[in-house]
């Protein structure tokens, strides 16, 4: 099975720009988590959606927003962005929920100018 | 609150010797726990989990953990150390109280030198 992608892979964008991360899941798994890393803060919890419902929310700015569409795939929107904005935004992708291990994609590395 | 401590930034350990990554957690329910590695400009990784049943967990890479609630830890092992194992290691947390949101530690760079 191919495993999670994410496109792009890296993106320049300035202040106040906003921005869209796609995330495709390994087939078959219905549950989407989106995750900010950066070496201040480690791995932040953004979201996690299942049957394109929103199921949990991290403490982000309403700025940050995502959906999932019926196929399982998931985009990631980051509007009128900021320097502190700049991470790797990794998606991870897991059969249900609960238990299950979560795989994660390569991460979109975003940079702020 | 859930809650994940990694109380080492760095591990420092010879090939061949024995590592350990330490892990500790606080949940109010009961916790699935979780070790992930990442290697530079990559993804992480799974490397084994805790749901239930026996206390010693093995995963990939010969990479094993030991659950102990009545410490609330999840220490990451292995036997003997490879230079190829030196990366960052997450452990993480999720529990039904916490709407089973994952919750990651700061992360561990373990260094193997040959």
């Known amino acids: 099975k191919a495993g999670v992608t994410q496109t792009p892979r890296y993106l320049i964008k300035t202040r106040g720009q906003q921005v869209t991360l796609s995330c495709s899941p390994i087939?078959?798994?219905?549950?989407v988590s989106w995750y900010q890393q950066t070496p201040g803060q480690g791995l932040q919890f953004l979201f996690e959606?299942?049957?394109?419902?929103?199921?949990n929310k991290g403490n982000f700015p309403g700025r940050f927003s995502g959906r999932q569409f019926s196929n399982s795939r998931s985009e990631m929107n980051v509007s009128t962005l900021e320097l502190g904005d700049s991470a790797l935004y990794l998606c991870?992708?897991?059969?249900?929920?609960?238990?299950?291990?979560?795989?994660f994609g390569p991460g979109t590395r975003l940079l702020v100018l | 609150a859930q809650s994940v401590a990694q109380p080492e930034d760095q591990v420092n350990v010879a090939e061949g010797n024995p590592l350990t990554v330490k892990c500790t957690y606080s949940?109010?329910?009961?916790?699935?726990l979780f070790w992930y590695v990442q290697y530079p400009n990559r993804g992480l990784q799974f490397l084994l989990k805790?749901?239930?049943?026996?206390?010693l967990v093995k995963g990939s890479y010969g990479f094993e953990a030991e659950f102990n609630k009545s410490q609330t830890s999840f220490h990451l092992k292995k036997p003997s150390a490879l230079v190829s194992d030196s990366a960052l290691y997450f452990c993480a947390v999720r529990d039904e109280t916490g709407g089973f949101k994952t919750i990651f530690g700061a992360g561990t760079r373990l260094f193997v030198k040959a």
């Open positions: 805790y749901i239930t049943g026996d206390n």
């Open positions: 959606y299942f049957s394109e419902t929103q199921r």
């Open positions: 949940v109010s329910g009961n916790p699935y």
């Open positions: 991870a992708s897991s059969l249900w929920m609960d238990q299950e291990t979560q795989y």
């Open positions: 087939s078959g798994h219905r549950s």
